[in-house]
T-cell receptor, first 113, second 114 residues
Framework: AQSVTQPDIHITVSEGASLELRCNYS??????LFWYVQSPGQGLQLLLK??????LVQGIKGFEAEFKRSQSSFNLRKPSVHWSDAAEYFC???????????FGKGTRLSVIA | DGGITQSPKYLFRKEGQNVTLSCEQN?????MYWYRQDPGQGLRLIYY???????QKGDIAEGYSVSREKKESFPLTVTSAQKNPTAFYLC?????????????FGSGTRLTVV
């Protein structure tokens, strides 16, 4: 079965600084990988996804993520963080065969002036 | 616009009562899912359904029940057997082969036991 680890529970960055959120997965074959964002009291919104092709994927709101098979990682990046990016971010992994996505425990992002 | 509607947004339950959370989608998605979210625990799968009249248990199904009589609807009942039901509940849906497309989520129901 697949699993996801998000090593950082909480990260604080200054507005305008760069951001990298870490995600490590465990799965024997090529995984389907996702990043979601959640504002307080809201549902999750899909930022980007990867399942084949170019290992650097672009998403909404200026986010990107890079799939590194050798490191079993799918880290999320943004070159310049805005105060509105403060939220909780979830990495998820899926496998073929209609099995449900497995989510990490999330990383809470705080943005300071 | 298509989407998923969860209701109510806030729900209070007395101990020993069953309550039902509503989830309706108009995206024509085949699959629907219920997740429970607790602080620091991420999302944990309760039940999911790939087609009408069929559903499977997730990782934490004990104390919960579901039905899938219509493609658009996937209600979740939190029974009195659920020992710690206070949580944020999220419903999601996807096209068949959801691992290719990702899920669309509702805005959640916060259940509190009083």
């Amino acid at each position: 079965a697949q699993s996801v680890t998000q090593p950082d529970i909480h990260i604080t960055v200054s507005e305008g600084a760069s951001l990298e959120l870490r995600c490590n997965y465990s799965y024997g074959a090529t995984p389907y990988l996702f990043w979601y964002v959640q504002s307080p009291g809201q549902g999750l919104q899909l930022l980007l996804k990867y399942f084949s092709g170019d290992t650097l994927v672009q998403g909404i709101k200026g986010f990107e993520a890079e799939f590194k098979r050798s490191q079993s990682s799918f880290n999320l990046r943004k070159p310049s963080v805005h105060w509105s990016d403060a939220a909780e971010y979830f990495c998820a992994v899926g496998a073929s065969g209609n099995t449900p996505l497995v989510f990490g425990k999330g990383t809470r992002l705080s943005v300071i002036a | 616009d298509g989407g998923i509607t969860q209701s109510p947004k806030y729900l209070f339950r007395k101990e020993g009562q069953n309550v039902t959370l509503s989830c309706e989608q108009n995206l024509n998605h085949d699959a629907m899912y219920w997740y429970r979210q607790d602080p620091g625990q991420g999302l944990r799968l309760i039940y999911y359904s790939q087609i009408v009249n069929d559903f499977q248990k997730g990782d934490i199904a004990e104390g919960y029940s579901v039905s899938r009589e219509k493609k658009e609807s996937f209600p979740l009942t939190v029974t009195s057997a659920q020992k710690n039901p206070t949580a944020f509940y999220l419903c999601a849906s996807s096209r068949r082969g959801g691992e290719n497309y990702g899920y669309t989520f509702g805005s959640g129901t916060r259940l509190t036991v009083v």
